[in-house]
């Protein structure tokens, strides 16, 4: 026997499909069996439910205290939840498909992530602002990551970094180590502020000094903490559209599953850099669907992460995914884009796992047998943000390591790009070992050498 309590208003149990076999209170049976379902038809008043599992062995009770609205939600898989209220990354029960099961004591730990809560109603028309559930309060927009707004310079003393790097590259030789101590733990903040303060003392370029005293992989990787993570991905777009083809895996590394705020900023540098709008650069590098898909992301209107998730809403998205995909001959794909670039990534957690529970498939699967190629990549990458951004930056960057020769451009860009962020670096770190069962740092030293291979290590350290 199992309890749980529940802070509900009875009478909202109205209209909720309540998957058991039989469920009475204490005034008589008020459930009905539509579809295999049962349907609650009348306003409870009970404070008092039993509901009986289909096995005899296995039953739970459910305290219901009235309190202002809420909706109950029973998973036939016991695993009882308040609906809205969807286990976050890392804690929900294991999963097939090659993903992992919850982290244990000493795995990696729990990822912090924003409070997942409401969005509802239809997907709102291409191109259009996302609809706002009725009754749900407006979401609070998030800021841009650190790094992502110019106006936010450290005012700190960095006069000791900068004669460090002086020092390290002035006269006969350089001090690559002092350039990796200096630049591998810098916070984005603190970039500008360092490159100031050397011009100002120094009457030189950071930059210039670097690229004439380093060069091969060593440069590229601290010409790219050097750029900070804004210019950083700016450069990473512009580099994915010039040229003849477009590097998608680029620009699915800087845009896929960023807020809109980031999205906002990076558009906004993008077009100082290069005086070119990316939405002009991007509709004149892709074409057809694939465009069109990149463009949806483009236009930042994913819901805020503050945005509550409402069970009803996550309902309507399975169920049109679903029909877009295996319910038909043929695949509505930009039905399973317009979704998957506007909701939020705990919306789109909960829209995955509520799949594989409804279909016993899951999602992710879904779209690797229904669509191929460079969308194939960008909406799994979609899922993985939404399900657990520390083991899909772990995927990331075994595949930059897997197989013949090492990618090493892209092992570069996506190293950088973790760590920003310390705490996202040692979860992702703890995801590595527990999805490969090997340590990461121990797997690049395998792979690179040299300062090449210490700046990495030094950045993930």
Known sequence: MEAILLNLDISSL??????????????????????????????????????????????????LNPLPKAIVHIPSNNHLTPQGQFPPPGQYPPQPHGQYPPPQHGQYPPQ??????????????????????????????????????????????????????????????????????????????????LKMTYNQRHKRSLESDIKSEISGYFEFAVMA???????????????????????????????????NADIRAIKSAYQQTYRRSLEADVKADLSAKTERMYLMILAATRREESAPVLPQAVDADVTELHRATEA???????????????????????IAQTYEHKYRRALESVIKSEFAGHMEDALVRMVRTGADKAMRDAIALEECMSGAGTKDERLITRTVAIHWDRQHAAQVKGAYKHRFKKDLLSRIRGETSGDYERVLVAMLE
């Open 225 to 259: 903490i050097l750029r900070g993570p804004l210019q950083q991905d700016v450069w990473c777009l512009n580099d994915a559209l010039k040229g003849a083809g477009t590097k998608e895996s680029l620009l699915d590394d800087v845009l896929i599953g960023r807020s």
């Open 14 to 63: 109205r209209q909720a499909n309540i998957p058991h076999k039989a469920i009475r209170h204490n005034r008589g049976t008020v459930l009905h069996h539509h579809k295999g379902l049962l349907k609650v038809t009348a306003n409870l008043k009970a404070t008092h439910l039993r509901a009986s599992m289909a096995s005899r062995h296995n039953s739970t009770v459910i305290h």
């Open 328 to 350: 038909k001959t043929g695949t509505e794909q930009l039905t399973v884009c317009s979704i998957l670039t506007s909701r939020s990534d705990g919306q789109i957690r909960a």
């Open 112 to 193: 912090q992530h924003q409070q997942q809560p409401p969005y509802g109603g239809p997907s709102a028309p291409y191109g259009a602002p996302p609809l706002q559930a009725y009754g749900a309060p407006p979401a609070m927009p998030a800021p841009p990551s650190p790094g992502y707004d110019p106006s936010q310079v450290a005012h700190v003393d960095m006069s000791g970094a900068a004669d460090a790097l002086r020092k390290a590259m002035k006269g006969f030789g350089t001090d690559e180590s002092t350039i990796i101590r200096v630049l591998a733990h810098m916070p984005p903040q603190e970039i500008a502020a």
